[in-house]
């Protein structure tokens, strides 16, 4: 959840009216507030869902998905987010009915932008209110649960020696006893167990709120595996069989595995303790909205409707016994570090079918290297689907059709590298014969086109009259042919990233000047795993996609420019049933072509292992032979760092502005005006590359920057900076 101030927050804007969606955000960035915008109640929740916002404004009339829908879909995703309805004049009354459903406060078409910004404001306020209200609480708890713990301790220390003394004098080692004082003494040792266990049992719910803050990414598998070990090897429960079942679907957790072991293992004692003999225990971990559902059902002793309420209170002493006695605050434990790690626990029971515990704790995103279908940040707006039917070209129709861009426009396209045999670049195309389509990998990305490596950003005069203009070159319209997936993803990652708060005139005019023809990749170089990272496909971004079917392609239309383009220069017509099946059969093996190396990790995996790794012994024994040249820099399709210098002419009365590549791993990257580096060491920026890739990005945008195309293996002399041996490394040192 973004914090409320001004400059942090984030606010989504949710409209099928462009103008109103556009008005909005320019509005809200003004005013500093980091605004994104959807064109539909679909595409809204998912940007809720990916980005938590502070506020979202929603429009209650909308196709599909109404805003009604939108307010529930955002309420169940997170609680928090200050929603703000978005009304015709005659439809305030659905308007009071979205406030009475959670909304907190509309705005009546026409509104100004003062309207937005104030209703924005109040909402924040509110907001913030509430969250100060949950953190002094907060904070109330945890100065009881530091006193709890200062007791505890305080209190098993003599309870320890006066077990050590009852001990001793029950060995017999102060002399002789009677049968009378060994009963007595027998009765103390009982007693002093007592008391140290409820100690014990106090400490541990002292310590589950400030416990919880230590988070990392949590297999509950594993976590539920290991409580019922401790508990049959403590408990020893009498012929009690176990299942545990975990679906595919479900997501590991954000949490504290040692709190969330000490959580499960409270509530399998409490069932394994109520289980007679030939009983079963049956845990289920299943998905469910945005939560992963920890379901542990017994077949023991049922609990009555009076006293379900009550069963996670710590001071409750149930009518659910056993001839050992009450399970102690072991519920309220477990019930205190669910809540501390965002969940909740429950209870239910039937006469005849036992007990069944629910903990629902928040589940990780699933985010992997492709990019969902959600719309780019404004203002890139999400392509509109386009009505033509595929299209099929012969390898000759194919020529010709390349033939008749080049005699009309600018186009670029993958050919041979001059004097390097086998290696491949993309450079503009005079004749069709030149292209190759069946390369593996260029040399550079298509990334040039978008961001050159070197553009003028200003242009100043110092004459008399001093004056400066920004300055977007004039750009030809330039058509890409031959683009891989894995590229595409990293050019949908740089739409957004150009994108987002402060929008890059330059590259976005870049951006719309370009047509994309890409292409399903036929083999992978040796360095390349985008197949094992989930990057042999992409649904959008380009104009036309082919595949490549033996003698003939398929072409998907993914854009009406690219409708525009296929309609003047092709003679295609539409595939048959044939061709399309052919082209599925053909697609289906391109994860296995570009997935030949071994890769021991998920994409979804690395963010919550960098976090575990930033210590590790790698970075410094790597960046011992890391030879800071930005080769691996250069090379990244994702990499879009630059360094902006001013250059005056010989006459010292004008000059430019302008801007070249840079890279994180050069020695003067992040070395500022001050003459202060603040990572003058090779072991900071090497590490702070793999950090940027895996981690930094996912955490503000949720992807992972890279797309497994081995650019950056194939570039390092050192053989050091290929992520796949990193990050292979890294997970196998974590997981022994």
């Known amino acids: 959840m973004v914090t409320a101030t001004t400059d942090e927050a984030a606010v989504v804007v949710i ?62 995703i997170d609680p928090e987010t200050i929603t703000i309805v978005i009304t015709g004049y005659g439809t305030i009354a659905s308007a009071v009915e979205a406030m009475k459903a959670g ?142 079942k975990v679906s595919e679907t479900a997501r590991p957790v954000r949490g504290n595995a040692r709190l969330l072991r000490e959580l499960f293992t409270r509530l399998l004692a409490n069932s394994a303790k109520f289980t007679p003999p030939a009983g079963s225990i049956e845990v289920d971990v299943a998905p469910e909205d945005g939560q992963t559902v920890v379901s542990v059902k017994d077949t023991g002793v049922e609990i009555s409707s009076e006293e379900l309420p009550h069963l996670f209170d710590p001071f409750y002493q149930g009518s659910r016994a056993a001839p050992e006695g009450s399970d102690g605050p072991g519920l309220a434990i477990a019930e205190r570090i669910a809540s501390a790690h965002g969940g909740t626990a429950s209870a239910s029971s039937a006469p005849g ?83 190759r389509l069946d390369y593996d990998v260029t040399i550079l990305p298509p990334r040039k086109y978008l961001m050159p490596a070197r553009e003028t950003l200003v242009r100043f005069d110092l004459g008399d009259s001093p004056k400066a203009e920004a300055c977007v070159e004039d750009i030809a319209p330039t058509v890409l042919v031959g683009m891989h997936p894995y590229d595409m993803i990293a050019t ?50 380009f104009d036309l996609w082919l595949t490549d079917i033996g003698g003939a392609y398929v072409v998907e239309v993914g854009s009406e420019k690219g409708a525009a383009l296929l309609a003047e220069h092709a003679q295609g017509r539409d595939a048959t049933n044939e061709e399309i099946a052919a082209r599925a059969a053909s697609r289906e093996g391109l994860q296995q072509i570009g997935a030949v190396r071994p890769v021991s990790f998920r994409p979804t995996e690395l963010p919550a292992l960098l976090r575990r790794c930033f210590e590790h012994d790698l970075w410094a024994e790597q960046a011992e032979s890391c030879l800071s040249c930005g080769s691996c820099n250069m090379v990244c399709p994702t990499c879009y760092c630059f360094d902006v210098q001013d250059e005056v002419d010989i006459s010292l009365k004008s000059g430019r502005r302008y801007r070249a590549w840079d890279g994180c791993l050069l020695e003067d990257f992040a070395k500022v005006g001050t003459g202060e580096n603040f990572r003058e060491k090779r072991l900071q920026r090497y590490r702070h590359r793999f950090y940027r890739k895996g981690m930094y990005l996912y955490d503000k945008y949720g992807f992972i920057a890279c797309v497994g195309c081995g650019r950056c293996a194939a570039a390092c002399l050192p053989d050091i900076a290929d992520p796949v041996n990193v990050f292979n490394t890294l997970q196998e040192g974590t997981t022994k």
């Open 492 to 541: 949908n990652q740089l739409d957004r990233l150009m994108s987002d708060a402060s929008p890059d005139p330059n590259y976005l005019a870049r951006r719309e000047a370009l047509t994309v023809i890409g292409i399903d990749p036929a083999r992978a170089s040796e360095k390349a795993f985008w197949g094992a990272v989930g990057c042999d496909a992409v649904e959008d971004g």
């Open 103 to 244: 909304a907190f406060d509309y705005l009546t078409k026409p509104f100004t932008p003062k309207d937005i910004v104030e209703v924005v404001s109040r909402g924040l306020e509110k907001q913030r209110l509430a969250r100060s209200s949950t953190e002094l609480e907060s904070d109330r708890q945890t100065a009881l649960s530091n006193f709890a713990a200062v007791v505890c301790q305080q209190l098993s220390a003599p309870a320890a020696d006066a077990a050590q003394c009852i001990e001793a004098v029950s060995s017999g080692r102060t002399g002789a006893l009677t049968d009378q004082q060994k009963s007595m003494l027998e009765g103390a040792s009982l007693r002093i167990k007592d008391v140290t266990g409820v100690l014990e049992d106090w400490l541990a719910l002292a310590q589950a709120v400030a416990g919880a803050a230590e988070l990392e990414s949590v297999d509950l598998r594993a976590v539920i595996q290991d409580a019922w070990q401790a508990v049959t090897e403590r408990d020893k429960p009498e012929r009690i069989e176990f299942k545990l």
């Open 15 to 76: 409209d099928d009216e462009e103008s109103i969606r556009e008005g909005c955000r320019q509005t809200l960035s003004a005013e500093g507030y980091r605004a994104m915008v959807a064109q539909d109640g679909q595409r809204g929740v998912a940007l809720v869902e990916r980005d938590r916002p502070s506020v979202a404004l929603v429009d209650l009339k909308m196709p599909g998905m109404s805003g009604m829908e939108v307010l529930e879909r955002v309420r169940q």
């Open 353 to 435: 079918e036992g007990t069944t515990f629910a903990v629902r704790l928040p589940a990780e995103p699933d985010m992997s290297l492709t990019p969902t279908a959600e719309p780019p940040v404004a203002p890139v707006e999400a392509r509109p689907p386009v009505a033509v039917a595929t299209q099929a070209l012969t390898d000759r129709q194919l020529k010709a059709f390349v033939d008749s861009m080049i005699a009309t426009r600018n186009v670029v396209g993958v050919k041979d590298k001059e004097g390097a045999e086998g290696r491949f670049v993309f450079g503009p195309l005079e004749r069709a014969e030149e292209l």
